[in-house]
């Protein structure tokens, strides 16, 4: 299905058909864009803190702990964890849908402890007022992330399973019957052109021929589990997944496609999806493994992107660790 709008800027256009979510820990870019919902995670949250609007949201987050029992790691974690409802909070006071809150990427290989941390941080934002129904907790798309966030799901807390660069992995997730998936364009796009040299434009980029992929299958096998595209490094990429349940834009490009009047055309429906010819893949533990394995983008971008959110965390806990 192919549908031109004639709308005023092509921001306007895309939100005909596509859910807008602001991919940004800043305040007043969320205020600008009105998006629906807001992503957050822990690079984010790094460089927010740095700017001299948001130290009073840690200096807070620092006082409100100073008194507590804890010590060391265990009272920067504390600290962290209250930021970022801090982050989510006002995030919920500009838009009218759901934040995503990340959990610790170092938990990415941890059922158990993901889990704890997904009802923690859940519990602390009810004790605040908000219901689980505005939050979304990130987790990381390994196979025990998909676990976690599986279990989740059937207490009622709703996740967002990011870092995603395979089918594999997006079946996994769907399969374990959670909110929302978060495929990353961009990175995808980074990994082909850094390996083959290779610019790719349009429909023809590798990131937005995974996010295809991953859309058709499930809305050919009617999962319930939505698609919100990320991670992007143009405009070109996001108007070639207009119709895509939903799309988490930075900052840059959400100002783009606001002063840009071109026509945009949906690319992305349920009805085209459902005529197409997938086959289905049966995931479990082993095949997602192998899978993962075989495909050398996902398994280098997956690691990567654990290790550089990890990395955030820790860069926080040291600006913290000082403060302290």
């Known amino acids: 299905m192919s549908a031109t709008l004639s709308a005023t800027s092509q921001l306007d256009q895309l939100k005909k058909f596509t859910t807008v979510v602001a991919d940004t820990g800043d305040f007043e870019s969320i205020r600008k864009y009105s998006p629906q919902d807001a992503t957050t995670n822990p690079t984010l949250i790094f460089k927010a803190v740095q700017q001299e609007e948001y130290k009073p949201l840690l200096a807070k987050a620092i006082a409100d702990n100073k008194g507590s029992a804890l010590s060391g790691e265990a009272l920067q974690k504390k600290i962290i964890d209250d930021l970022l409802i801090a982050f989510g909070r006002k995030i919920l006071e500009i838009v009218p849908g759901r934040v995503s809150t990340e959990v610790d990427a170092r938990l990415s290989f941890d059922v158990e402890g993901t889990l704890q941390k997904a009802r923690y941080l859940i519990g602390l934002y009810e004790k605040a007022g908000i219901p689980r129904e505005r939050i979304l907790i990130k987790i990381a798309s390994t196979w025990e992330g998909s676990q976690a966030a599986g279990i989740c799901e059937k207490e009622g807390i709703h996740c967002n399973l990011t870092l995603m660069f395979s089918l594999a992995q997006a079946i996994a997730c769907a399969d374990a019957g959670v909110t929302l998936i978060s495929p990353f364009v961009g990175r995808i796009y980074d990994f082909y052109k850094a390996t083959t040299g290779q610019e790719y434009t349009g429909a023809d980029d590798p990131g937005v021929q995974s996010v295809n992929k991953i859309y058709n299958y499930y809305k050919k096998f009617g999962y319930k589990t939505q698609v919100m595209g990320a991670s992007f490094r143009n405009t070109g990429e996001i108007i070639e997944l207009a119709g895509c349940d939903l799309l988490t834009i930075g900052p840059e490009w959400l100002e783009k496609l606001q002063t840009s009047d071109e026509p945009l055309v949906r690319k992305l429906s349920p009805e085209a ?52």
């Open 273 to 324: 999806a459902q005529a197409s010819d997938i086959e289905r893949l049966v995931v479990d533990e082993k095949t997602f493994r192998w899978l993962l394995n075989e495909e050398a983008m996902a398994t280098d971008k997956l690691a990567e992107g654990i290790r550089k959110f990890a990395a955030d965390i820790v860069k926080l806990e040291g600006i913290i660790a000082k403060s302290l």
